[in-house]
């Protein structure tokens, strides 16, 4: 089973596909935390990728593509792969089928977050992520706490394209670029919606529903 979780930045993808891998044990691959990883390594392919995060641009497709490939070639067993932040371009969109016909494998769904714009902004400027586990928490709707988060509170920051500036970009961004994926995904009919505006948990049972629904 393999699901691509859709939706605008600031959508709360990470936040459900953690705990969709939690539940199914699905492989999580965020094309976002790979590059923030290469980003941490401090090489100069590193900075190159930072710069163009921090201005709220689309990471090239050979970058991406070739990072989505060593993952898929080097997974040789699992239950299946939650696509975080990818494919973000039809170019991607049909790059990612190819290859996954390439391991006979294909999307099962791909569940598209619906959340507007204020939201987003809101969402984003208060979100908060820990540098040494990758929780996604937000300083208002999602604190951290003892409950819920075990690293010390000192490893919490804020990204930083988490800005008003860079959001801005990043909507624009996935408004040109992303948006019109959803109609590929329409036309092969493994689209579902989701009110993305709803409570953490809310989101999170209707994923599931639609997940338990599903055959392969
Ligand atoms: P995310 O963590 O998914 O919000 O991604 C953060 C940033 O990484 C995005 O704003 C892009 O600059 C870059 N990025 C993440 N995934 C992709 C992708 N599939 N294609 C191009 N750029 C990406």
């Known amino acids: 089973m393999n699901i691509v979780l859709f939706g ?6 990470g936040t459900q596909s953690d705990k969709i891998v939690k ?8 094309t976002g935390d790979l590059l923030r990883n290469e980003i941490e390594k401090g090489s100069s392919l590193g900075a190159k990728i930072k710069s163009i995060i921090d201005e ?5 497709d050979d970058i991406i593509n070739n990072l989505i490939e060593n993952i ?26 190819t290859l996954l016909k390439k391991y006979n494998q294909k ?14 902004i809101e969402r984003i400027t208060s979100r908060l ?9 937000n300083k208002h709707f999602n604190k951290a706490t003892k409950d ?10 804020t990204r930083s394209d988490d800005n008003i500036k860079t959001v801005e970009n990043r909507f624009e961004t996935y408004n040109k670029e992303t948006m019109p994926i959803i109609k590929y995904y329409i036309n092969q009919n493994i ?7 709803q409570k953490i948990d809310q989101i999170y049972k209707e994923i599931r529903q639609i997940i338990d629904s599903l055959d392969t």
């Open 56 to 60: 709220g641009n689309l990471v090239s």
């Open 23 to 30: 539940d199914f044990g699905l492989t999580k691959i965020s």
């Open 72 to 97: 898929l070639g080097n997974t040789n067993s699992y239950k299946g792969i939650i696509f975080d932040g990818y494919p973000r371009n039809l170019r991607q969109a049909q790059s990612l089928d």
């Open 129 to 137: 992520i820990c540098s040494k586990c990758g929780s996604i928490f």
């Open 148 to 157: 819920n988060h075990s690293c010390d509170p000192k490893f919490l920051i």
């Open 191 to 197: 689209l579902k919606e989701i009110d993305g505006m």
């Open 107 to 120: 999307i099962s769904c791909v569940l598209s977050l619906e959340v507007n714009k204020n939201a987003i």
């Open 8 to 13: 605008p930045p600031g959508a709360g993808k």
